[in-house]
């Protein structure tokens, strides 16, 4: 978890990678990993969870599954592959 500095000094718990296996995928796993997940940062006072998507694989299914939980799109992941 990161606290902002400066003007901005809330709590914000961010999820940067996190793999369901092939076969477990569309099995409930991910909505039980984030359930998991945010419970765990309202634990210790986050007010907001941030998620990065950075596989580039079916970035449609993801952006709809993250807005179906109620997140909301804040900026956007880059790579650089060397």
């Known amino acids: 978890m990161e ?3 400066g003007l901005n000094s ?3 718990a961010s999820l940067m990678h996190y793999d ?3 076969q477990k995928r569309m099995s409930g ?3 039980r990993l984030l359930k998991a997940f945010r419970k765990w940062a ?3 006072g986050a007010v907001e969870l941030a998620v990065g998507v950075n596989s580039g694989d079916s ?3 993801h952006d709809k599954f993250l807005k179906r939980l ?3 799109p804040v900026g956007g992941n880059y ?3 060397l």
């Open 3 to 5: 606290k902002g500095s």
């Open 29 to 31: 796993a991910s909505l």
């Open 42 to 44: 309202e634990n210790r």
């Open 59 to 61: 970035i449609e299914k």
């Open 10 to 12: 809330k709590l914000v």
């Open 20 to 22: 369901v296996l092939p």
């Open 70 to 72: 109620g997140f909301q």
């Open 79 to 81: 790579a650089l592959k």
